[in-house]
């Protein structure tokens, strides 16, 4: 379980890394919340709010190379939580300006038909990047 929850949030990383809107929509639960707010973006609730954000910003983010580590899952029965670090550097291609944001998601996750999916996840940086001003040029 462990293992496969870990792959889930590679996949996430991936699938937006790759602006494959439909396949990030096969990792989240019906009725999800993802707290995004601490990065400056809103809080998205339900499928079709999360599918209406990644189509957005597949249009307006650089090039984004999401990496995850330091992975603390614990799970009971079907449903599990844990947090993973991230780190994106980004590149801008409007300008060619770099950029990063880092910090920590902190995931909720079921398992449902075998599947493990994300059940919330919020995003806490620990260096808060200014997004709204980039994607306002």
């Known amino acids: ?13 991936r699938y937006v890394d790759t602006r494959d809107v439909d396949a990030n929509m096969t990792l989240w639960e019906p ?3 993802v707290d995004y707010s601490p990065l400056g973006f809103p809080t ?6 999360i599918r209406a954000f990644f189509d957005e ?4 983010m650089g090039s ?7 992975h603390l899952v614990t799970v009971s029965g079907d449903e599990a939580a844990g947090t993973c670090y991230w780190w ?3 590149n801008d291609t409007g300008n060619a300006e770099h ?3 880092q910090g920590i998601y902190h995931d909720k996750y079921r398992k449902t038909d075998g599947t493990w ?21």
């Open 88 to 90: 994106a550097p980004e």
């Open 1 to 13: 379980d462990r293992e496969q929850i870990i792959e889930l949030t590679y996949k996430y990383a």
């Open 44 to 49: 998205l609730n339900g499928l079709d709010e």
């Open 64 to 70: 984004l190379c999401h990496l995850t580590s330091n």
């Open 117 to 137: 999916r994300f059940g919330g996840r919020r995003a806490v940086p620990w260096v808060t990047p200014d997004f709204a001003e980039r994607r306002a040029r």
């Open 57 to 60: 910003v597949r249009f307006t």
């Open 99 to 101: 950029h990063w944001s």
């Open 31 to 33: 009725g999800v919340c």
